[in-house]
């Protein structure tokens, strides 16, 4: 199960919308061995496609030497869908080389950037895709959830 706080949530919702047409990607980093995502990362989808994305590669470098200084992994990764629904694509299962990161996905497909999305997250293990529940929160420490 993903659990995140209702911010990271937002905010992950808000990129989508925001680079829509075109496909929102990003990062949620969070303290190494946590599972807790905390830090995050919008990404500028370098393809600049409303059908594909990729992380610039100098920018994922950063990211990578940033999260090591920080003594940081990948939580979430994050991306979004603007035709399709929120499932991962062959292409992005064939690209999913965190086994073990959250896979978000938000679809903004049956939106004009303000009504109904859908945000969904997976674990990709060796090209294997299982959806997982969501759980937000207020703040982490919490029982009750959103």
């Not at 659990?3 to 937002?10: A, E, G, M, V, Y």
């Not at 919702?13 to 680079?19: K, L």
């Not at 190494?32 to 990729?54: H, K």
């Not at 938000?106 to 945000?119: E, L, M, R, Y």
């Amino acid at each position: 199960m993903l659990t995140l706080t209702q911010d990271l949530h937002d905010r992950i919702v808000a990129h989508a919308r925001a680079d829509h047409p075109d496909e929102a990607c990003g990062v949620v980093a969070g303290p190494a061995g946590s599972g807790r995502p905390e830090r995050f990362v919008p990404m500028l989808n370098a393809a600049r496609s409303p059908t594909f994305y990729e992380f610039d590669s100098g920018d994922l470098l950063k990211l990578y030497r940033e999260m090591d200084d920080r003594d940081e992994e990948p939580v979430i990764i994050y991306h979004s869908h603007t035709a399709t629904e929120a499932y991962p694509s062959r292409t992005d299962i064939s690209y999913a080389n965190e086994p073990g990161a959250h896979y978000v996905l938000v679809s903004t497909a049956d939106t004009d950037g303000s009504g109904p999305f859908q945000f969904r997250s997976f674990r990709i293990v060796d090209g294997e895709v299982t959806e997982e529940e969501v759980e937000i929160v207020a703040a982490y420490g919490n029982v009750t959830t959103q």
